[in-house]
């Protein structure tokens, strides 16, 4: 999926790591079935921790945003992680007999704990773009996943996992996030971004970004 220029140039940089993330067994075995539900609860689990966190660079990304059309964009990224990613965590938990409140209480592991404080690093230490930059790989990363197994011949045993990512409105904001770093970056580097260092280091917390990522789906031994 070409969400935006600045993504598609940063993904086709780091073309490995990027597709150890995004095809990764963990996420193959999403898609036809056989990952075991373990597993998956165990992923949720984190992933609701890691959300809560994620939620909190968005809202960040809200303060070192320059203009109001960056604002609202990261505030409907905020709403879909609490309302929606973070609600999909807690009905799937529940339903498999953990409450809420064990939810609360889970542990955080540290490649979690890594990942979390990488991104929310790069916001209080850095820019708008920094922050761009370690997000974009969750976000635009699970738009891509979601796409290309919904349109697989998919199991059903994670078929909600799946159809929420694969399904309109999630697609809807990926592309929204897409045109948000695009805009970003052409309003505080110009039209020749590639050449300059400062687009080298995005690239640089981007691939990382991605490697944490990939490392989030080998917390659960499959």
């Known amino acids: ?44 689990r984190q992933d609701y921790i890691f959300l809560k966190h994620f939620s909190r660079a968005w809202g960040l990304a809200i303060a070192k945003s320059s203009n109001i059309t960056e604002m609202h964009t990261c505030s409907k990224v905020v709403h879909a992680l609490l309302d929606e990613e973070i609600k999909l965590h807690i009905e799937f938990c529940n339903s498999e007999g953990i409450s809420t409140n064990e939810l609360e209480k889970t542990n955080e592991m540290h490649q979690n704990l890594a990942y979390t404080r990488f991104v929310l690093d790069a916001g209080f230490s850095g820019d708008f773009l920094d922050l761009m930059a370690a ?30 990512y694969a399904g309109k409105d999630y697609q809807s904001l990926c592309v929204e996030v897409g045109t948000l770093i695009d805009n970003a970056v052409l309003t505080r580097l110009g039209g020749n971004y590639t050449s300059l260092g400062k687009f080298r280091d995005l690239s640089q917390k981007f691939k990382i970004a991605t490697l944490l990522e990939k490392n989030f789906w080998e917390m659960t031994n499959i």
């Open 1 to 44: 999926m070409n969400y935006s220029d600045v993504f598609s140039t940063w993904r086709d940089l780091h073309k490995t790591e990027w597709t150890s993330y995004t095809r990764h067994p963990f996420v193959e075995r999403i898609g036809d079935g056989t990952l075991p539900k373990s597993a998956f609860l165990n992923y949720l």
């Open 135 to 164: 997000l974009a790989p969750c976000v635009l990363g699970y738009g891509e996943i979601g796409k290309r197994l919904g349109a697989s011949q998919y199991s059903s045993v994670y078929e909600k996992w799946i159809t929420t």
